[in-house]
């Protein structure tokens, strides 16, 4: 049970590239979400999904695109890099059941954009 | 925009002693709240969720909550070199129930010397 695994642990980008973030989670969950973080700062909602096919913007949704076509994946895509965007991103899952108050967090990726 | 206020610190706090936390929200409406504990490098884990007000206790952790004062606290008592981490406050959003869009705060470093 590998739980919440994010792919890839760090990436350096260009301004101006794409790249996609993967999230995957083998606990069945129904949500997941996308923060990023800053140094010293909080998490940031980026995007959550509460199922299959159903997605939704959090705080800080501009730059980011998100799909949820399996319950298992949540890839986040970011088009066009720029600098604001390196932070260290994570992506968390949540049950709707015995657990719903906990949410289970990847490892992160760390990303810059230079 | 919501927003949750934490003291950055550091906190530094003798070992054996309690370490105090605070967090403030602006959103009179949330009714959920979370402690998340974040070692450096890592990722968030859950510590502690509360939704009534007064205390919620678990091991060497309590939780305080003072909705009418839009007030959320964390004890730990009998401090441990371990517990050194950042401390983020997160409070649930959504308006879908169950869907925990959560808003942290910049959360605060704590500091246990031996």
């Known amino acids: 049970n590998a739980g919440v695994t994010q792919t890839p642990k760090f990436r350096i980008l260009k301004i101006g590239q794409s790249m996609t973030l993967q999230c995957t989670q083998d606990m069945n969950h129904n949500y997941m979400y996308w923060y990023r973080q800053d140094p010293g700062m909080g998490l940031k909602l980026i995007y959550y999904s509460v199922g299959a096919g159903i997605t939704d913007k959090g705080e800080v949704p501009n730059g980011y695109n998100v799909s949820r076509s399996t319950t298992e994946d949540f890839p986040l895509r970011l088009e066009l890099a720029a600098p604001s965007q390196t932070s260290v991103y994570f992506c968390?899952?949540?049950?709707?059941?015995?657990?719903?108050?906990?949410?289970?967090f990847g490892a992160g990726t760390r990303l810059s954009v230079l | 925009q919501k927003e949750v206020e934490q003291n950055s610190g550091p906190l530094s706090v003798p070992e054996g002693a309690i370490a105090s936390l605070n967090c403030t929200y602006s959103?009179?409406?949330?009714?959920?709240f979370f402690w998340y504990r974040q070692y450096s490098g890592k990722s968030p884990e859950l510590i502690m969720f509360i939704y009534s007000n007064g205390d919620k206790e678990d091991g060497r952790f309590t939780a305080q909550l003072n909705k009418a004062s839009q007030y959320v606290s964390l004890l730990i008592r009998d401090s441990q070199p371990s517990d050194s981490a950042t401390y983020l406050c997160a409070v649930d959003t959504s308006i879908i129930q169950g869907a925990q869009k959560l808003v942290f705060g910049q959360g605060t470093r704590l500091t246990i010397n031996p």
């Open positions: 959103d009179r409406g949330s009714q959920s």
């Open positions: 968390a899952s949540k049950s709707q059941g015995e657990s719903k108050n906990i949410q289970y």
